[in-house]
């Protein structure tokens, strides 16, 4: 931890910081998927965690002056657009079919 | 220095509005927390913009906190969950074992990568670096092949998301 506080008297932020800050996030988005039953709140957790690995990616970008981060992060947000899309109607559909969006009650493929 | 207290603004806004997501006084009803999630996206495009990444803050926010949230909020008051719907949070050991494990890791985390990486600020970034410009550049020749794979991703998203939507799965 020492050089994350030796680091707070430096004028610019370092690369630390901004791996610091996504991996809360990262870690706030897991506790999401793991804890809440919402399945509403668990995409939107997948969102969180999506989020994270972006600022990962242009943190290095950052870091390595190379802009190849810049463009995984361009993938990334599409395919979180497809995810959420493909997502909500699965959901949608679920409600329609036992009225509920509580990920414990989907048990169909349990045998 | 402002840099340094818009960085710290900003992080701190991104952690605690993301936190509110999956706490459960806001995050109960998915509304709020859907509203707060929007409120983390802005933050975190504040942090690209920090980083020099000015085409993805503009794109996270058109993308993320105008499309993505936008549908999240739609489903939500579509489906309109009372109370009882939304249903007891259970709270087991498991999941606060799960909790205190992902804290623990990413604690550990953390100070690996601080260790790691050191307290060396960021260079200067290039002329170009970030700029919509640099973006087409890579986008349009290097990865040419993924972008119009992209396309087709999303095409099949669209017609999956309306097979599915359309169903009646009775």
């Known amino acids: 931890m020492t050089p994350l506080l030796a680091s707070m008297s430096q004028t610019a932020i370092p690369l630390s910081w901004y791996l610091a800050v996504a991996l809360i996030l990262f870690a706030i988005g897991t506790i999401g998927v793991l804890t809440r039953r919402n399945a509403l709140v668990v995409l939107m957790s997948v969102e969180i965690l999506l989020n994270a690995v972006n600022l990962t990616f242009l943190a290095f970008a950052r870091h390595h002056d190379n802009m190849d981060g810049h463009v995984v992060t361009f993938f990334v947000i599409a395919v979180a657009a497809a995810e959420a899309a493909v997502g909500l109607a699965l959901v949608l559909g679920i409600f329609r079919h036992n009225r509920s969006v509580n990920v414990d009650s989907m048990t169909a493929l349990r045998n | ?170």
């Open chain 2, 1 to 170: 220095m402002l840099e340094q207290i818009l960085f710290w603004l900003l992080a701190g806004g991104a952690i605690l509005t993301a936190a509110m997501v999956v706490l459960p006084p806001v995050g109960r009803n998915p509304l709020y927390g859907a509203l707060s999630l929007i409120l983390s996206f802005f933050f975190i495009s504040g942090l690209y913009v920090l980083l020099v990444a000015h085409v993805m803050a503009v794109l996270q926010v058109l993308v993320y906190a105008g499309a993505i949230m936008v549908l999240f909020i739609f489903v939500i008051m579509l489906l309109n969950l009372s109370d009882k719907e939304l249903g007891q949070s259970r709270k087991t050991t498991a999941q606060f074992i799960g909790v205190l494990a992902v804290s623990a890791i990413a604690v550990k985390a953390i100070m690996v990568v601080s260790s790691a990486t050191g307290s060396k600020a960021l260079m200067a970034a290039d002329a170009g670096f970030g700029t919509v410009d640099g973006l087409a550049d890579l986008l349009f020749r290097q990865f040419l092949f993924p972008f119009e794979l992209v396309s087709i991703l999303l095409l099949v998203a669209v017609i999956g998301a309306v097979v599915l939507a359309k169903r009646r799965l009775t």
